[in-house]
């Protein structure tokens, strides 16, 4: 897979960011990975035309499942373009340089029954805007361990973390996070505190949720804290937990979205 990214980041050129609007059998996506604040080196374009690593990666794993659309274009985030999407993912830190009525076109879309997942740094970004930190779950607060570590898998049968088993081990950058509440949300993964010196961690329950979904009205958001390091980005692990959650994600909001009035809201754990 590491041959494949690097050959991706060399061969393909970011035509993608001007793609016509023609029809196509796979789920769209729209792969954000803007920073405007810390640039991680997975997204970093070293040249414009170029993708990044995580990008290419993105694009070659998703191959026959997704069609993945990578831009660092924060334009693109508005109704119109919105409209071609079945799904919006984030990798972005800072304050994206989206105004104000076009974050709310976002919400929008989000919300009437489309899906969005945030990657990694996606919970480091618009803190500004409180309608997102609202929806992402939990907002950044540091990350105390960057070592290897053992995740628990809260939910063995979501298709996120159904091949994960009940723990695993990983090397990658966690974070902690402040203003995160389990409930609305259906956490995941977690990490396993005895595996680290949890003396470094800042909240009082000791609760490091890494993985976690939720309704937002129709739309569905699924979240990943994994993703820092590119030897990540390699682990078919991670990959089939990103292309699960993305999977669910699109599929859950579409059945919200089809619905007829009244009727119950899809099964599946939220």
Known sequence: MML???????ATAV?????PDTPRALPRVLFLTHSAGFMHDVVRREKPEQLAFAEACMVEFSKGRFEVDCTQDCTRIKAA????????????????PIPDAQR?????WLKSGKAFVGVHCATDTLYQYEPYQAIIGGAFDGHPWHEKVRVTCEDTQHPATAHLGKSFEIVDEIYQFRN???????????LDTSSIDVAKGKRADKDYALSWTRKVEKGRLFYTALGHRPEVWQDERFQKHLLGGLDWSIQESRKAREA???????????
């Not at 373009?81 to 994206?96: C, N, P, S």
């Not at 709310?104 to 929008?108: G, L, R, S, T």
């Open 4 to 10: 494949l990214c690097s050959a991706l980041l060399i």
């Open 15 to 19: 035509s993608q960011d001007k793609a």
């Open 81 to 96: 373009e919105l409209a071609r999407f079945d799904a919006v993912m984030f990798y972005t830190t800072g304050e994206l």
């Open 104 to 108: 709310k076109e976002f919400i929008d």
């Open 180 to 190: 995160f509440e389990r409930k609305p949300l259906a956490v995941l993964l977690s």
């Open 260 to 270: 007829k009035p009244g009727a119950a809201s899809p099964a599946g754990k939220d």
